[in-house]
């Protein structure tokens, strides 16, 4: 029955956060007024020289439909996207990027969280890429985070409740979040914050490596 109600619920899952991730980086496209953050950005490896045509919904949509990752794979995706955009101010979020960032984000959180994953060369077919460039692209992603994959149970229920609250009440999302905040700058740090969790990471992390 729960994993009835889980997969029924997929489908908005997958809605909202191809809403989400679509709004901040139409947001964040005319962003940038900086020519050396223009400069990172371009140079950056998720960085595209064009717009991707598939729009976000379909591509989730089709990473969704065939990496047959575990559903909680896309809330933790979440929780990273969010790490990452914490960490890199200088990369935020726009169309130029969101299309690898999200399927680089998937593939960390499946090799993360589930026991059997499809290998990156089978990403790269879903994400429509090539294995060499998922393969530098994940390397990239993971130093971004810097290396912090942990997601506690507390975060993981925290992202979730946020996104099933958000989902039933059909509201605009968090405004202190870098992934839900149309507002976002380069100078302001705003996401969403659970630093007294994350704070446990660092002295639980050999407990669940264990």
Known sequence: MVEEESSSM????????????????????DLVDDDSAIETQ????????????????????RIFKYANCSNSCFIVAYVYLDRFAQRQPLLPINSFNVHRLLITSVLVAAKFMDDLCYNNGFYARVGGISTREINF?????????GFHLNVTPNTFHTYCSCLHKEMLQLKPP?????????????????????????ASHHQNQHQVAA
């Open 10 to 29: 997929m489908p908005k899952l997958i809605t909202f956060l191809s809403s989400v991730l679509q709004r901040v980086a139409e947001s964040n496209d």
């Open 42 to 61: 371009k140079n950056s490896a998720f960085h595209g020289l064009t717009r991707p045509s598939i729009s976000l919904h379909t591509y989730l949509e």
């Open 137 to 145: 692209l994940e390397v990239d992603f993971l130093f971004g985070l």
């Open 174 to 198: 968090l405004s202190n979040s870098l992934l839900t905040s149309s507002e976002t700058s380069l100078n302001k740090a705003s996401h969403l914050s659970f630093e007294e969790d994350e």
